[in-house]
């Protein structure tokens, strides 16, 4: 008998009337209008079921501490910078782990089950780095928490900088981070972006690096960054972060640069609310988006994915925990308004994001983990359109979160009572 029964389910990539039936934490089969003997059957009624949401780019150390000392005044990345480096020295691995796990309960909550986090190696005590490897001890029954050694003050421009970062990795940490455009000089820059990938291979480590989160049209880290990947085969294996002075690059230095970063199989990520709301803050008007070119590098070929990059911290005093919102904050900038625009920025919350973690076992087929999320929405355009309500989270077969329908209970004049989830009549 089978442990989970879905049956009458729409998937992401549109077939409807499906059933998965799931059998060990696995997905056993995935078939149209089966019907098995199970402990426990779900009939999804036609809403889509899709794979859990990946968040391939955060700020664990830092979430929920907004207001700590005191409040970003300015909006600007650089003040976010200032105003972490006064909370640092006021940190606890208690008060940490403690505002941690409660991101990640909000995360469950949202059915978002896998996150890939930087933490800051850049103080020596390196007690952000023991704090969340402990949080990624704890979730670990149901988040999959991935760790970047991010070296926020700069790897060559703090003392002790690339020791530390090593350290990390010692720790377990499992990524090597970087931020080549806080580095004092592009020389060193550059030289950071070196050196980082190429201890990233030595130790068979994947790499992140923040890479040129500013309007600068001339910081081109990006393409050492995927010169650097070729030439130490780690195709595959490279992201990079923001690369929001693409939005500000010269046409023709990009059409240069788009088949680089393919063809060194470099996966870009784009923080939409965070590069909205931190870019083009030197300019009058216009005023840039400072988003990277979203449709241009899927366009080359390149896996793009989505990040939320903050909630509630130095750079950033909104968020959720919410992959839907980054995912519609991405399409409206982006202006990826198309069918196949809103598609692809739903798999950059989904699929490309967990390519970019090299999740093993993700996706709905026959052999992947039974991690899905069952929305209130009939499909991937619906849910990003309403940020559907998370009806039901399972992780390998496991319900871990359930959350009740958003109805609106209707008392119009001279009209019946009636409700209405904001979905026109199929
Ligand atoms: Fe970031």
């Known amino acids: ?30 078939t149209e209008g089966l019907d098995a003997p199970a402990h426990e059957k779900l009939d999804a009624e036609g809403l889509l079921l899709a794979p859990h949401f990946v968040d391939p780019h955060f700020h664990m150390d830092a979430t929920l501490s907004y207001g700590l000392p005191r409040v970003n005044e300015s909006g600007t990345l650089l003040e976010g910078i200032a105003l972490w480096g006064e909370l640092k020295p006021l940190l606890t691995a208690d008060a940490l782990i403690e505002r941690a796990l409660a991101y990640c309960d909000w995360a469950v909550a949202k059915g978002l089950l896998a996150i890939r986090t930087h933490v800051d190696t850049s103080d020596a005590s390196l007690l952000a ?48 981070g970087g931020i080549p455009h806080f580095e004092r000089t592009m020389a060193d820059g550059a030289a950071s972006v070196k050196l980082l990938c190429e201890l990233a291979a030595e130790r068979g480590k994947l790499v992140d690096m923040h890479c040129d989160e500013s309007d600068d049209p001339l910081s081109r880290h990006i393409e050492t960054l995927a010169f650097e990947a070729q030439r130490l085969g780690l195709q595959g294996r490279v992201t990079g972060s923001h690369c929001t002075s693409m939005h500000s690059m010269d046409n023709y230095y990009v059409s240069k640069l788009l088949p680089l970063i393919a063809q060194s199989g470099v996966a870009v990520i784009a ?33 793009v994915a989505f990040g939320h990059d903050c909630v509630m911290d130095p750079w950033y005093g909104m968020g959720s925990g919410d992959m839907l919102e980054v995912a519609h904050m991405g399409l409206h900038v982006a202006q990826m308004t198309s069918q196949a625009g809103i598609r692809q920025c739903f798999e950059a919350v989904t699929t490309n994001a967990a390519r970019v973690m090299h999740l093993e076992r993700y996706g709905i087929e026959p052999g992947c983990d039974a991690s899905f999320v069952l929305l209130q929405a009939r499909d991937p355009v619906e849910a990003i359109r309403l940020r559907a309500t998370r009806l039901k989270v399972f992780r390998k077969g496991q319900l871990l979160a359930e959350t009740p329908a958003a109805t609106a209970a209707l008392h119009l004049p001279g009209r019946a009572p009636s409700s209405s989830w904001m979905i026109p009549k199929a």
């Open 1 to 30: 008998m089978l442990n989970l029964l879905v049956t009458n389910a729409t998937l992401p990539d549109g077939r409807t009337g499906m059933s998965i039936a799931v059998q060990d934490g696995l997905i056993a089969e995935v």
């Open 271 to 303: 923080n939409p609310l965070i590069n909205i709301t931190l870019q083009g803050r030197h300019d009058t008007y216009p005023k840039r988006r400072g988003m990277t070119r979203v449709p241009e590098l899927v366009a080359a070929g390149v896996n």
């Open 129 to 176: 780095v023991d704090a969340l490897l402990e949080v990624k001890r704890q979730v670990a029954p149901y988040i999959d928490l991935q760790l970047v050694a991010f070296p926020q003050d700069g790897v060559l421009r703090s003392q002790g900088g690339v020791e530390n970062l090593t350290r990390a990795l010692d720790k377990g940490v499992d990524v090597v």
